[in-house]
């Protein structure tokens, strides 16, 4: 039955049970960033495992682990930091967040599925990963009210944005006497 089921649908043209990934995703220290991994769900083939392991270069260690008895974060380096939909059939991706230059990698998605004559198949991809610091960008200074000119003396609010890899820091001035910068206030 499972010689003919596989025959049966690769004659309609459809992909079977294989995994969908890119090759490299390049991730901003201290971002987010997701993994794919995701498959068309059928219900010939039931998934019995899940697993996603890293490989930095001194050998490959299983970072998640998804079976019957549930979700497990293997490495404690990533606990608190990786996640893959629960209630998404199809999409294993893993969502690694708070990503820190070591995460650099090769990692490999994993899938056990069982078939309905309890035959096991399983399939693997894997994708780069390189971990990237992004220069701060110049500031953006804006007013609360834009265009709206002051009296000397008189108050008002403004914020500062700014993108790339953290930390960045700021520090406030204000022109004191004389033309002299006076700092108000500095931050991360």
């Not at 991730?27 to 219900?43: D, K, R």
């Not at 990533?78 to 199809?90: E, I, L, M, T, W």
């Not at 110049?138 to 700014?162: H, M, N």
């Amino acid at each position: 039955m499972y010689m003919q089921l596989i025959a049966d649908v690769e004659k309609r043209g459809v992909t079977f049970l294989d995994l969908s990934t890119v090759h490299q995703v390049t991730g901003t220290w201290m971002a987010s960033t997701t993994l794919p991994c995701t498959y068309v769900p059928t219900e010939d083939f039931t998934q019995q495992t899940l697993s996603w392991s890293v490989d930095q270069g001194s050998g490959t260690s299983t970072i998640f682990h998804r079976d019957g008895t549930g979700d497990h974060i293997l490495l404690s380096k990533f606990r608190g930091r990786v996640s893959v939909p629960k209630h998404n059939p199809g999409d294993a991706s893993l969502l690694i967040q708070n990503l820190e230059m070591p995460d650099s990698g090769h990692y490999t998605c994993k899938i056990v599925w069982r078939s309905r004559d309890n035959n096991l198949i399983t399939k693997e991809v894997t994708t780069i990963v390189k971990v990237v610091k992004v220069a701060a960008t110049k500031p953006i200074i804006r007013a609360a009210e834009p265009g709206l000119t002051l009296p000397a003396g008189a108050s008002t609010s403004l914020s500062c944005e700014a993108g790339g890899s953290p930390p960045i820091s700021y520090r406030w001035f204000r022109r004191g006497p004389a033309g002299t910068a006076e700092l108000l206030r500095s931050g991360a």
